[in-house]
Nanobody, 123 residues
Framework: QVQLLESGGGLVQAGGSLRLSCVVS????????MGWFRQAPGKEREFVAA????????YYQDSVKGRFSCSRDNTKNTAFLQMNSLKPEDTAVYYC????WGMGSTSVDYEYWGQGTQVTVSS
């Protein structure tokens, strides 16, 4: 069974940085596009970024462009989300998810999900 495990969340001041990791086990990581989503209290889960199975295709939600960077290491079955210049409105639980041979921007595109990691940005 495919399992995803996020780590790297925490509390940071506005303007700071965090790097999230998502380790995938139990599947063929090289066939998975990886997506990052977040959900703030009282809000719908929203798309943040996605990276293709090769790493050559990447796209971001407009609000994080220029601040967040998505990458992956297929030798370690791990995807990363580097978050810089964090803002209080980035506060949310962040999730990674995988999609075979895809990189969609909606939750329904993805099959397996991690448990989430909390990111809190103080002002």
């Amino acid at each position: 069974q495919v399992q995803l495990l996020e780590s790297g969340g925490g509390l940071v001041q506005a303007g700071g940085s965090l790097r999230l990791s998502c380790v995938v086990s139990g599947g063929d990581f090289e066939s998975y596009g990886m997506g990052w989503f977040r959900q703030a209290p009282g809000k719908e889960r929203e798309f943040v970024a996605a990276i293709s199975w090769t790493g050559n295709g990447i796209y971001y939600q407009d609000s994080v462009k220029g601040r967040f960077s998505c990458s992956r290491d297929n030798t370690k079955n791990t995807a990363f989300l580097q978050m810089n210049s964090l803002k209080p409105e980035d506060t949310a639980v962040y999730y990674c998810a995988d999609e075979i041979w895809g990189m969609g921007s909606t939750s329904v595109d993805y099959e397996y999900w991690g448990q989430g990691t909390q990111v809190t940005v103080s002002s």
